[in-house]
């Protein structure tokens, strides 16, 4: 193999086709020394070594050339921003246009086979091009936006929804009642853990919330479960699959990056419209939770108008122990004002009793499980004007900024996909894979 050091990475002039077709030579050799090597998963040091400085050296290259043309690139294949391709869609359209910037559908097909340890890592090469797209004030924009738009299966249900009032979406149910809309979560061999599957129902269901004229309130909340441990009984969200995780099916395009700029940037922004009366379709959320709201789980209270939480439950995020970043828990968390309490959380691995005073942070009211129902119902009634959508809207303007969420998401990108490939996550997510069902 020859040496792979900082001399062979290109340099980055100013042309864009010259820079491109000088990145592309690059990546291709790149990936030549790689196919000379054993597969990842039966690598030995020396082996490993030398793939991790190719992918060094090429994530370099990749960093370099954005950084002088990411609005390029993004402009060429959404042609000036006048079309909207949704995350999967924009990356494999990049792969395309701009062949070695990206991984290609095939090596993403190849890496999907794989378990989280046995992957090359292909996912920080996508994670490199969207910390650069979203860092840059234009294109990063309109990606956020057209995250917010409905998505077509959401838009397809619609009709649907609205006749029957009901849909099961598969992971997420979502029902009509007078002026609000339940959507219940239905994970229930994974205590409603999130995955890939979850969070496209999510979407959709959050979509449907905000379409349908008749809803006025979303109210978000666990259905029962069939873990053994709390059979039959009502769990809001044990937060990310760490056993998908581990097994390499929890994706960072369709999961980690989606779930923040789609059903939970949803939830907190609304539907993107384009109105002189305002920017966003966007409604009250209710988060009614049972048992416990951990990780994933208690980052969508975050985005909630009113939580609810019966006696006994309880909130974590436990990020230390997983290794990887609490999705957007950190920005907002730094915002509340609760002092040294957000860094004990993320940090020490603290779990918050609903009932403590520091419950705060995340509930609004604890009640006893058998009045759930009715406090629920007292919650979306009082929720339900026209006043409350649009104080909602001035505070998510003064909390969460657009520019700031925007600069925030670029950051989260890369960090996270560099969090799910570091051996410190593969050790935890293995042994919590390991354990046997309670």
Request: hydrophobic fraction near 45%; charged fraction near 25%; include cysteine.
């Amino acid at each position: 193999m020859r040496p792979w050091t900082g001399s062979n990475e290109p340099a980055v002039a100013g042309d864009f086709a010259a820079d491109l077709a000088a990145l592309m030579d690059h990546v291709a050799t790149g990936e030549r020394l790689l196919a000379g090597l054993p597969a990842r998963s039966v690598r030995g040091s020396q082996d490993q070594d030398r793939a991790d400085r190719v992918h060094h050296s090429c994530r370099a290259a990749r960093a370099r050339f954005l950084r002088a043309h990411a609005t390029a690139v993004y402009d060429t294949v959404t042609g000036h921003r006048t079309s909207g391709l949704r995350l999967s869609e924009l990356v494999f359209a990049v792969a395309e246009a701009c062949p070695g910037l990206v991984p290609s559908p095939g090596q993403m097909a190849a890496e999907a086979r794989c378990d989280q340890a046995g992957k090359e890592g292909r996912e920080i090469d996508q994670a490199i091009f969207f910390q650069a797209v979203l860092a840059a004030p234009g294109p990063g924009q309109h990606l956020v936006d057209v995250m917010r738009e409905p998505t077509p299966r959401a838009r397809a249900l619609l009709a649907d929804f609205q006749r029957l009032g009901r849909l099961d979406l598969g992971t997420v149910e979502i029902e009509r009642r007078d002026a609000a809309a339940h959507v219940t979560f239905r994970n229930h061999r994974t205590l409603n853990a999130e995955d890939d599957e979850f969070t496209a129902d999510l979407e959709t269901a959050v979509d449907l919330v905000l379409l349908d004229d008749e809803v006025g309130v979303g109210v978000l909340r666990g259905g029962p479960v069939s873990h053994p441990r709390h059979a039959g009984k009502r769990v809001f969200s044990a937060g990310i699959n760490l056993k998908h995780l581990n097994a390499g099916r929890i994706s960072f395009v369709d999961f980690l990056l989606r779930r923040e700029l789609g059903p939970i940037n949803k939830i907190a922004r609304g539907l993107a419209v384009d109105d002189w009366r305002g920017s966003a379709l966007a409604k009250p959320w209710i988060a009614a939770v049972d048992a416990f709201a951990i990780g994933g789980g208690a980052q969508l209270l975050l985005v909630c108008d009113h939580v609810i939480a019966e006696q006994g439950a309880y909130f974590s995020l436990p990020a230390a122990n997983e290794g990887i970043v609490p999705g957007l828990a950190n920005l907002r968390l730094a915002r509340s004002g609760w002092g040294r309490l957000p860094r004990q959380l993320v940090l020490g691995g603290r779990t918050i009793r609903a009932a403590e005073p520091d419950g705060g942070l995340f509930c609004d009211e604890v009640v006893d499980s058998q009045h759930m129902d009715a406090a629920i119902e007292a919650g979306a009634r009082r929720l339900n004007t026209p006043a409350a959508v649009a104080n909602r809207r001035m505070l998510q303007l003064a909390a969460e900024p657009a520019e700031r969420f925007r600069e925030y998401v670029a950051e989260f990108a890369l960090t996270q996909a560099l969090r799910i490939y570091d051996e410190d996550v593969l050790a935890k997510t293995g042994r919590f894979a390991a354990k046997p069902a309670r």
